[in-house]
């Protein structure tokens, strides 16, 4: 940080005047692998991963302890040069002598601070002067110690710095709050959908028998070419059809798009060679797909959006699955005259409608909050960008 802009009251100081490097050696035979998780932290390695990849040998690992810190020199998605987090979720635990640990010493009267200026990216434009860019080829950036503890950081007055962890803690608070509460409608909707999608659960009201339909009798296959005026559109796994626009990324759809599939609102649109893993979705758009992707036009005598839902169940998705041509995973498709001859359980349309309208209204509550998530990651984001480099300043504070 330039002293020219330190905000007064605060001092620039070396990481290791705060912080002591850490090199503790896994003497005492624990074997609780940790590994850095961008939204977990510091997290078990068979837990994120399900696997252990560490060496079996772990005495030269280094034994962390709660409250210690470790920073990972290597690129991972949103943390551009590297990730620093802080041991909280177990008592101790080891990690790869490649990451850079680090434990508070004396001097340091406000840890909690420096866990939100890590998170905020503020020491990547140090991280960046002093690393070597070539070594980021191979996924870890190449970092002397010397420089690492060497970084200026900021020391404002101790009550300031305690006065902007609360808040920044408090906004961490919130977010975890409505991730949790994401994740609890999230587990509803796909409990309602496995209920009633089955019929294991009726709505109140209904009671009709339950026919057993082939999808070729409700299902039509759109095959309308030369559109290429319409707008591009693709099937995502979690957002259903979105404009190509929308998606960030390479566009890699052909220039000549004479070729490519008309899709009306209302039509479901599903990738041909990974309808086995469940990728379809209701159209609200008009546009073209690529020809990689089918397109059935529903019949008046459904509920296009139940059958929307009942593509995504499970045991649905399976009977894709069967039906699905290709020896290995790589090469799968279905084709419609494959989809058409799969048969599924569906109830009078009055009821089709119902639980389609039910579901309707899970997602859009899930949407609701994962909108309000976003804004109070953005409030902290916000908040972390000031309060942390003193362009705002803490009422009282100081």
């Given at each position: 940080m330039d002293k020219t802009i330190l905000p007064s009251g605060w001092k620039s100081v070396r990481l290791d005047y705060l912080f002591d490097r850490l090199t503790r050696k896994n003497d005492v035979g624990d074997t609780n692998v940790l590994t850095i998780s961008a939204h977990n932290g510091l997290i078990n390695q068979e837990d994120f991963f399900n696997k252990t990849v560490a060496s079996e040998d772990l005495s030269n690992y280094y034994l962390?302890?709660?409250g210690d810190f470790a920073y990972n020199k290597s690129y991972s998605a949103g943390y551009n040069y590297g990730a620093f987090k802080r041991l909280t979720r177990y008592d101790s635990g080891v990690i790869s002598p490649l990451y850079i640990c680090f434990s508070v010493n004396d001097k340091n009267k406000c840890p909690d601070f420096y866990v939100h200026y890590f998170e905020s990216m503020l020491l990547d434009r140090e991280i960046k002067a002093f690393a070597q860019e070539g070594a980021r080829?191979?996924?870890?950036?190449?970092?002397?110690?010397?420089?690492f503890f060497a970084m200026p950081i900021p020391l404002p007055p101790l009550s300031e710095q305690q006065a902007i962890?609360?808040?920044?803690?408090?906004?961490?608070?919130?977010?975890?709050?409505?991730?949790?509460?994401?994740?609890a409608k999230?587990?509803?909707?796909?409990?309602?959908?496995?209920?009633?999608?089955?019929?294991?659960?009726?709505?109140?009201?209904?009671?009709?028998?339950?026919?057993?339909?082939?999808?070729?009798?409700?299902?039509?296959?759109?095959?309308e070419t030369n559109c290429a005026?319409?707008?591009?559109?693709?099937v995502t796994s979690n957002n259903g059809v979105v404009p190509r626009s929308e998606i960030k990324g390479k566009d890699n759809s052909s220039e000549d798009k004479s070729k490519y599939l008309k899709v009306c609102k209302g039509d479901i649109t599903y990738n041909t060679m990974r309808m086995w893993q469940g990728v379809s979705a209701l159209s609200d758009y008009e546009?073209?797909?690529?020809?990689?992707y089918t397109v059935l036009i529903p019949h008046e005598s459904i509920c296009a959006n139940y059958f929307n839902y009942l593509f995504k169940l499970p045991h649905t998705v399976f009977q894709f699955f069967r039906n699905s041509q290709g020896l290995v995973d790589d090469t799968r498709n279905l084709k419609f005259n494959n989809f058409v001859k799969i048969s599924v359980f569906s109830p009078p349309l009055p009821e089709?409608?119902?639980?389609?309208?039910?579901?309707?209204?899970?997602?859009?509550?899930?949407e609701l909050l994962k909108k309000e998530l976003e804004q109070h990651k953005q409030i902290k984001k916000y908040l972390m960008q000031k309060l942390l480099t003193g362009k705002i300043r803490v009422k009282g504070a100081g």
């Open positions: 962390l302890k709660r080829n191979h996924g870890l950036l190449n970092i002397a110690i010397g420089d962890a609360e808040i920044l803690t408090t906004a961490d608070k919130l977010i975890v709050v409505k991730e949790r509460l994401i994740a999230q587990k509803q909707k796909q409990w309602l959908m496995q209920n009633l999608l089955t019929g294991k659960i009726r709505l109140p009201g209904f009671s009709g028998e339950w026919e057993k339909v082939k999808l070729g009798k409700v299902f039509d296959e759109r095959i005026t319409l707008e591009l559109l693709s546009g073209i797909v690529s020809p990689a089709q409608q119902a639980i389609a309208n039910v579901l309707t209204t899970a997602d859009r509550e899930i």
